[in-house]
T-cell receptor, first 112, second 115 residues
Framework: TQLLEQSPQFLSIQEGENLTVYCNSS?????LQWYRQEPGEGPVLLVT?????EVKKLKRLTFQFGDARKDSSLHITAAQPGDTGLYLC????????????FGPGTRLSVLP | EAGVAQSPRYKIIEKRQSVAFWCNPI?????LYWYQQILGQGPKLLIQ????????DSQLPKDRFSAERLKGVDSTLKIQPAKLEDSAVYLC?????????????FGPGTRLTVL
């Protein structure tokens, strides 16, 4: 069974600070997705990483896929209150990347 | 492009009652997923459809949960009878089969409270 772990589980920081959250597994994934979920809503896709070692940037967010495609990190620079939410990683497997397993999430709170 | 639609958004029932949730995926998306998300946890896959066939239902509590996607488009998830521990958000997602990298798109979810 493929499992994803995320750390930290909770994070509370002040506006303007930097942070990194991690997603780790002992399994190899064909791709990995990061989502942000706000209360009362479904997860919204932020990025998909596919290649080992890949780095993608989305404004103040930087995503990295581990060389072995087993782990990933999300770094936020100068966090803002609008970044508050539950950050979920999901690994895709199966012949066509159709099978997804989710981590438990990191709940981020950015205080003004 | 319209997103994944779900209804109802909220449902409150008493234990032992029945409830049904509806999902309409993004047009053309062959794969449809139902997830259960308990408060404070990540989504857990209940069932995955490819068109109107079941690909994976290994984590679906089949004694009380059932799901169908008869025409390969929209889908219904049913719980009968509900238990207190079924209180959760039920998420529907879809993706376009065979496209790499595969990415799933989520609906807003149905929040179920069982009293």
């Amino acid at each position: 069974t493929q499992l994803l772990e995320q750390s930290p589980q909770f994070l509370s920081i002040q506006e303007g600070e930097n942070l990194t959250v991690y997603c780790n597994s002992s399994s190899v994934f064909s791709s990995l997705q990061w989502y942000r979920q706000e209360p009362g809503e479904g997860p919204v896709l932020l990025v998909t990483v596919v290649t080992g070692g890949e780095v993608k940037k989305l404004k103040r967010l930087t995503f990295q896929f581990g060389d072995a495609r087993k782990d990933s990190s999300l770094h936020i620079t100068a966090a803002q209150p609008g970044d508050t939410g539950l950050y979920l990683c999901a690994g895709a497997g199966g012949n066509y990347g159709q099978n997804f397993v989710f981590g438990p999430g990191t709940r981020l709170s950015v205080l003004p | 492009e319209a997103g994944v639609a779900q209804s109802p958004r909220y449902k409150i029932i008493e234990k032992r009652q029945s409830v049904a949730f509806w999902c309409n995926p993004i047009s053309g998306h062959a794969t449809l997923y139902w997830y259960q998300q308990i408060l404070g946890q990540g989504p857990k896959l209940l069932i995955q459809f490819q068109n109107n066939g079941v690909v994976d239902d290994s984590q679906l509590p089949k004694d009380r949960f059932s799901a169908e996607r008869l025409k390969g488009v929209d889908s219904t998830l049913k719980i009968q009878p509900a238990k207190l521990e079924d209180s959760a958000v039920y998420l529907c997602a879809s993706n376009l089969w065979g496209v790499s990298p595969d990415t799933q798109y989520f609906g807003p979810g149905t929040r179920l409270t069982v009293l």
